[in-house]
């Protein structure tokens, strides 16, 4: 995890958001190792908020999105790299240009942050692939047996990659992640702009041939047609190995707004997207975090969908125990929520080194 401070994008020089990252971390280091990275502005504040037991590291970035800016890990269990042990842990360095460039992204520096994949992979000693095609985590969600799902109002932005086909694209994945097949999902969650339409926050796999999607029964919310479009692509789709789709519906929360309050809070100026009052959030339950044995959710404060998106998470997930974070709204407002903030290492069993 990152932690934030950037005063044009937090409101109240970050100090809410950061209590809450510091929830979410501390609810995740319950379950497995954690490291937090914090600017040497912001280390000593980090790690006075912070438990214990979870690392903190100074590093320099642009931003706390670590799903984004942070690298992709994979796992090889066979021979295919020949010159690596048969079993090891990787990791991708995508490039990055803020989510759409000096004109369309969410500010206008992001040099500090095309170097933290690399940085977290030196320090965990974790062999570095790189490709220059702009990708963020969180717009890419796999199955572990050959699936990905994507959004094209994100992959196929022309502000990503216009120079590549949806077939490069698709080619693209399939060699870096090693999948066979990508679902393409038309569009993300209504009011998502910052990432143009990831899709951490519309839909993402329980296991293999289940997934979970946002959804509203209210016919006259513009997300109804998203998730109804959503629903109708994965109904007629097949994973990679030709199973059918069970998809379980997550009611959005809301639908929740920026208040004057909260938009005052943020400096705005002309490196970042401004925060303006009234505006819609891009609030989803399922945008959460799956750590060993937990599910770690966002809670918005509204009784009914919060209650609700414990109960069917619950349900899907049987054998993990369900963690809701209170205040989930502060990370919202910056933009996305826990599955954003957060990227997950998978353990290595090296030869070697």
Request: charged share 25%; hydrophobic share 40%; aromatic share 8%.
């Amino acid at each position: 995890m990152g932690w934030p401070e950037r005063p044009d994008n937090w409101r109240d020089n970050a100090v809410h958001a950061q209590q809450v990252f510091a929830k979410v971390a501390a609810a995740i280091s319950r379950f497995e190792p954690v490291t937090v990275c914090a600017s040497a502005a912001q280390w000593e504040n980090a790690r006075n908020q912070l438990p214990e037991n979870i690392r903190v590291i100074e590093m320099s970035m642009n931003d706390s999105w670590f799903r984004d800016t942070g690298p992709t890990f994979v796992v090889s269990k066979s021979a295919s790299i020949s010159a690596l042990p048969e079993t090891i842990v990787a990791g991708i360095d995508w490039n990055f240009n803020s989510w759409g460039g000096v004109d369309d992204g969410c500010y206008r520096d992001w040099s500090h942050d095309l170097l933290v994949a690399r940085k977290i992979l030196e320090i965990e000693k974790v062999p570095r692939f790189y490709n220059s095609m702009i990708l963020e985590g969180g717009s890419i969600h796999v199955d572990g047996e050959g699936t990905c799902l994507t959004t094209e109002e994100c992959l196929l932005n022309k502000n990503r990659n216009p120079h590549l086909t949806r077939a490069q694209i698709e080619d693209e994945l399939k060699a870096y992640l090693g999948v066979q097949k990508i679902i393409w999902l038309p569009q993300g969650l209504y009011g998502d702009d910052d990432t143009n339409g990831h899709i951490d926050n519309m839909c993402c796999f329980v296991r293999p041939g289940v997934v979970i999607l946002s959804w509203t029964d209210d016919e006259k919310d513009p997300q109804y047609e998203r998730s109804k479009e959503a629903f109708d692509v994965l109904s007629k789709a097949t994973d990679a190995n030709g199973r059918k789709f069970q998809i379980i519906k997550l009611h959005v929360p809301g639908p929740l707004y920026m208040t004057e309050e909260e938009a005052a809070g943020v400096m705005q100026d002309d490196d970042a997207k401004s925060r303006t009052a009234n505006t819609r959030l891009a609030a989803s339950y399922v945008n959460f975090y799956i750590a060993n044995g937990a599910i770690i959710t966002p809670q918005f404060g509204d009784k009914k969908w919060d209650k609700e998106a414990v109960r069917v998470l619950s349900k899907a997930f049987p054998d993990h125990k369900v963690v809701g974070i209170e205040g989930a709204r502060e990370i919202v407002l910056g933009g996305g929520n826990i599955h954003c903030i957060t990227q997950q290492q998978p353990a290595a069993h090296l030869t070697g080194n």
